[in-house]
């Protein structure tokens, strides 16, 4: 380790990439995080082996130690928008441009295609994009974040439960341990790549029943015994999943509510208008939040969450909530506006307690409440959602 930390066996006169031996120009840089040679170089070749490597960490020897270098200081300007060795000739550069890589954070010159041929490379945003970096402001960005990185970061944040918090913070330190803060933009940029993937990905459940697919023509008239052919949903809530009071709608506004699991604000919070549900700033248990858990629904035979089906919680697990989720449900997802219009949920669907819940109800609801006694319920334990929950609790380190 100590060895590594020095020279090794480097000479100062001496440059294994071109042998040069000029005392004058043999400067002594190597790479140290993505080049396998970590052998000393002259800045000509230091040049050479990273114009088209613009964020190795690149260090070099003072005298005393290594000291850390940006790129942009020997010269390598990072064109985008052309084709990698082609410089454009009317370029809009930025000599503080920062990308945030997996390896930290790095200040480089970039040069944006600002020449007739822009109008094949797009805007600035756009030559950022088609590099796999992208863009922490839509108009003349001056920030930028690997794909690389924001995957990786989706990845550990699902796996460990890392916090964009946590998770920016380390590159922070891996770029320099001494308090020097970078940009802030990071938590915005892993949102919207959030939601870009989910329009990207985003598709049907093609095992659970849907109407003019793989339901008769006559299933609106089943008996409300034999529903659980079409429809077989287990409810729950997750009060870990708290959310604090620290922004707003107005500031921060969700991407695409109602186009995937959430329920569309707008008529969400005119229901819970109507039951005076938001008057709840000095309850004992939700001071200080802007909601007090999740609550969602998901198909009890393939444990999916169900599409427009979560719900913010503003005063617990209450009944009437889940009553907004399967009207909206079944009006607009199972297309069945007219059982909707005369019967809510509670006259259509039959209600059991799963399982492991039944001993901790009373003796008459566990007679009556009996997954047993559901006709085609086979040996199924409703206790799906509880397995979600225990996957996606732990995320609330991050809300």
Known sequence: MLRAEGRGDGNKNFCYACGCLDQEHALVFCCISECFS????????????H??????????WNGSFFERIALRDIGIVVQIGHCPG???LSPSTYKDFIVIHINGLHRIHVAFCNCSNKYLAGKQRM?????QWYPAMHLEPQTAAMFEVLNHFHLLTLQGKVSAYDYYAG???LSNNVGEKG??????MICQLRHLKMLKLAMQRIACPKPSVNLPDDWEQADKKFFFKYLYLTEDCCFHLTRHLVSSEFRDPGLGTGSSYFVEDKPYWEFLKGLAALDHVNTKFSQGYAMTGVGLSVCARHEFVMPNSVVDLQKGERYVIFKFVWTLQLSCIYFMPALVKENWPPKLLLFVVPKRHLPGHIRSCQVNFLLNWLPGAGRTDGEGIERGWAHMGPVATST
């Open 171 to 173: 590159l922070e330190k």
């Open 127 to 131: 030559q950022l994009l088609r590099r």
């Open 51 to 60: 114009w088209n490597r613009p964020l190795d960490i690149v260090e070099r």
């Open 38 to 49: 970590k052998d000393l170089v002259c800045e000509e070749c230091c040049y050479k082996h």
């Open 183 to 188: 940009p802030v933009e990071f938590s915005r």
């Open 86 to 88: 082609k410089t454009c």
